[in-house]
């Protein structure tokens, strides 16, 4: 059961071979995909606070239908 010593250890053998390890690399997507997560609520947001600018100059929530 030579198979159960791999778990693990990826990153001793991205050490071993110059490589990025699995958990690093899956650590690192997580991260980036967090910081385009958070621009594209940004982005959301400020669409919804034009919205809302718009609205209240309309003069009510009824005139925007």
Same mark, same amino acid.
């Given at each position: 059961?030579?198979?159960?010593?791999?778990?693990?250890?990826?990153?001793?053998? +991205?050490?071993?071979? =110059?490589?990025?390890?699995?958990?690093? !690399?899956? %650590? &690192?997507?997580? @991260?980036? $995909?967090?910081? /385009?997560?958070?621009?594209? +609520?940004?982005?959301? =947001?400020?669409?919804?606070?034009?919205? !809302?600018? %718009? &609205?209240?100059? @309309?003069? $009510?929530?009824? /005139?925007?239908?």
């Amino acid at each position: 059961m030579a198979f159960f010593g791999l778990i693990g250890n990826d990153r001793q053998l +991205a050490q071993q071979y =110059g490589g990025e390890s699995a958990s690093e !690399q899956a %650590a &690192r997507k997580r @991260r980036e $995909g967090h910081r /385009r997560n958070a621009a594209a +609520a940004d982005r959301q =947001g400020q669409a919804w606070e034009d919205t !809302q600018r %718009a &609205r209240q100059g @309309r003069g $009510g929530w009824w /005139r925007t239908r």
